[in-house]
């Protein structure tokens, strides 16, 4: 007969198999890996994280937003023509790495408010979540 001696719970033994504290843990951009944020800068916006929106060309995306992307660089000039946030302009967003476009940089036009100052809306299909 074999006495087996079980000293750490299931808790200890996972942890110890997975070293990455949810701090450590990046999003990181689909084509080149670049890391663009973190899962715990992850914000809701109206009442939701994600949401999906149409462009005037018909082009459909599915964001979601975040307070911090520091692999994520705004590469044009703000526009407020067809915000998809009321009181925001934005400018697009592009990959620190690769300079795919990763999504846009929303920032308040009357910063005055209680509102968010500014916030990411990143597009779901270029990152890959840990």
């Known amino acids: 007969m074999t006495t087996v001696c079980k000293d750490k719970t299931d808790i200890e033994i996972q942890e110890a198999a997975d070293p990455v504290s949810k701090e450590e843990e990046v999003v990181i951009c689909r ?51 067809f915000t998809w946030f009321p009181g925001y302009s934005w400018k697009i967003g592009a990959c620190t790495g690769c300079a795919a476009h990763l999504g846009w940089v929303f920032s308040l036009d009357n910063p005055g408010s209680n509102n968010l100052k500014h916030f990411y809306g990143l597009i779901l299909d270029k990152l890959i979540f840990p």
């Open 31 to 81: 084509l080149c890996s670049n890391a663009v944020t973190r899962p715990f800068h992850r914000i809701m916006v109206n009442n939701s994280f994600s949401h999906a929106f149409a462009n005037p060309h018909g082009h459909v995306f599915e964001i979601t937003c975040f307070t911090k992307a520091e692999g994520c660089v705004p590469v044009s000039d703000f526009s407020a023509e």
